[in-house]
């Protein structure tokens, strides 16, 4: 049986420490950290993004994305522009510089990523992923109950 206790601290460690070294890697080579980089991929990769989409992807308070998307619209890196059909809300896009630093970043995030796993057996990586994706369903579907 699975001690379930390690497995949460396991998840949790790993996440955290590689998260910090990719974060690291993007900061020195291209200037923004994974945070940032994390979003302009969300807004790049969805026509219409607005805060409440990078919420629900990223699952932290919408005080939060809204600050860290100012902090994006001061560096250039997006911009914000009226909702066509809903006046409370903003639709963001990506600025030319904020789509040039994404490209620029983009092969610096997968070949930091692909160094740490480099050493993993390519099927404990799809069994990882695999499960990590039903998991995720899992509490996916959990919020959406209100929980």
Do not use: W
């Amino acid at each position: 049986m699975t001690d379930i206790t390690r497995l949460f601290t396991d998840l949790v460690r790993v996440e955290t420490r590689l998260y910090n070294v990719v974060s690291d890697r993007l900061r020195a080579e291209h200037g923004v950290g994974l945070g940032q980089f994390e979003f302009l991929e969300i807004i790049d990769g969805r026509p219409g993004c607005r805060v409440l989409d990078i919420v629900r992807e990223v699952g932290i308070t919408v005080g939060a994305v809204s600050k860290a998307v100012d902090r994006l619209e001061s560096a250039g890196l997006c911009v914000r522009a009226a909702h066509p059909e809903d006046r409370r809300s903003s639709v963001l896009s990506l600025t030319p510089e904020g789509s040039r630093l994404l490209a620029a970043a983009r092969p610096t995030f997968e070949a930091e990523l692909a160094a740490y796993t480099a050493t993993v057996p390519a099927a404990d990586l799809t069994r990882t992923a695999a499960t990590l994706a039903t998991l995720r369903a899992v509490l996916e579907e959990h919020r959406r109950d209100g929980a």
